[in-house]
């Protein structure tokens, strides 16, 4: 099994709603990462958990929360989100610490009405 | 890490070698050169890596000039599904862990029939 995946694919949510995004592997990879791509712009890394401990913050705004339960699952809570958070978004994996080769899902496309 | 310049877009008939340009002038020596690219609507996808010397795989090659200054990928008979934005990243890799990637804005093939 090489691949990651998102659930789910598409979400829209109000700004007051509370939602989650999903992303499970089974490679064994013990890295996980969580991008944020705008429109016709290169993927934003916002998260990185290494070893299930956040390792990496991008100086994320609140509102999203990462989780990450156990080495084969990457949550990413959502709250209170602005119209301006929609967009793609994707998590990817690598096999040890910080690998070099990233395995990414299709992602999740948010709307925020 | 260091910043790579990559053109905006390039075409390439379908048969033809797409050879795609990516200047990177102030890698340093423990850089290593990546390529991604990201078809529509998926997630990113590792095509290669290397430090120095060429390298080659299923799917693409890899040339890095002498002073490792500029690079370029090379896909040897491109096919429709070739049509991507490929993204040239640079990045440092540490005994100790390496550095997430970060996402530069890349060059849209679009490979012709």
């Known amino acids: 099994d090489t691949e990651v995946t998102q659930t789910p694919k598409h979400l829209v949510m109000g700004m007051t709603n509370k939602k989650s995004l999903k992303c499970e592997q089974h490679?064994?990879?013990?890295?996980m990462y969580w991008y944020k791509q705008k429109a016709k712009k290169p993927p934003e890394l916002m998260f990185v958990?290494?070893?299930?401990?956040?390792?990496i913050n991008e100086s994320v705004p609140s509102r999203f929360s990462p989780e990450c339960p156990n080495s084969s699952l990457l949550n990413l809570h959502l709250h209170a989100l602005q119209p301006e958070d929609s967009a793609l978004y994707l998590c990817?994996?690598?096999?040890?610490?910080?690998?070099?080769?990233?395995?990414f899902g299709s992602g999740t496309q948010l709307s925020v009405l | 890490d260091a910043k790579t310049t990559q053109p905006t877009s390039m075409d390439c008939a379908e048969g033809r070698a797409a050879n795609l340009p990516c200047n990177h002038s102030?890698?340093?020596?423990?850089?290593?050169v990546y390529w991604y690219r990201q078809i529509h609507s998926q997630g990113p996808q590792y095509i290669i890596h290397?430090?120095?010397n060429n390298e080659t795989n299923e799917m693409a090659s890899l040339i890095i000039t002498e002073d490792r200054k500029s690079s370029t990928l090379i896909l040897p008979h491109a096919t429709l599904r070739d049509t991507a934005v490929y993204y040239c990243i640079v990045r440092v890799r540490r005994n100790s862990g390496n550095t997430p990637l970060v996402f530069g804005k890349g060059t849209r093939l679009s490979v012709i029939a």
């Open positions: 290397g430090l120095k």
């Open positions: 958990y290494s070893y299930e401990k956040l390792s």
């Open positions: 102030t890698i340093s020596g423990n850089e290593y």
């Open positions: 490679m064994g990879h013990r890295a």
């Open positions: 990817a994996s690598s096999p040890g610490g910080l690998g070099e080769k990233l395995f």
